[in-house]
């Protein structure tokens, strides 16, 4: 199924009318409208040269969440390990901020430009461990998608 999405994606980021974060923005709504665990999804940027990460576009509830210092929470882990972050249960992590009693699982995985780790894609899951190989190659692939508009 994800792998029908990727054409729609790079339909987004190659629309010449659009600004990045424009772009990014109907990047969440696609893929929390047509992935039915993907309960929430969002970007996360490093914030200027502060060790924190600051919300970006995104789809799904209103998070408090909007700066994350790096190390805390899953999103920062993933900030300081350059790596993908699959947590099948949010419930075994003890480094874990809670967005919401309903997100059972998430996945963070980093984007990159010009080898820099500059920010990350969030998903949260409502559904039990949801989260397979394919899931991080297909999100690996909107970040590549993503770090061509930025």
């Not at 199924?1 to 339909?11: D, I, K, N």
Request: glycine share 6%; proline share 7%.
């Amino acid at each position: 199924m994800l792998s029908t999405l990727r054409p729609q994606v790079s339909a987004i980021t190659n629309s010449p009318k659009k600004s990045a974060t424009e772009k990014m923005q109907a990047i969440c709504e696609l893929l929390k409208e047509n992935v039915p665990y993907y309960d929430w999804v969002g970007f996360y940027f490093r914030n200027g040269d502060k060790e924190e990460l600051k919300l970006g576009p995104y789809a799904g509830a209103p998070t408090d969440h909007t700066i994350i210092p790096f190390g805390k929470g899953i999103c920062g882990q993933v900030a300081v390990s350059n790596q993908n972050f699959v947590v099948p249960d949010v419930k075994a992590q003890d480094n874990y901020i809670a967005c919401s009693i309903t997100v059972k699982a998430e996945i963070v995985v980093p984007l990159f430009l010009n080898g820099v780790n500059i920010g990350q894609i969030d998903i949260d899951s409502n559904t039990p461990d949801p989260f397979s190989e394919e899931d991080e190659h297909f999100l690996e692939y909107v970040n590549q998608e993503v770090s061509k508009i930025l």
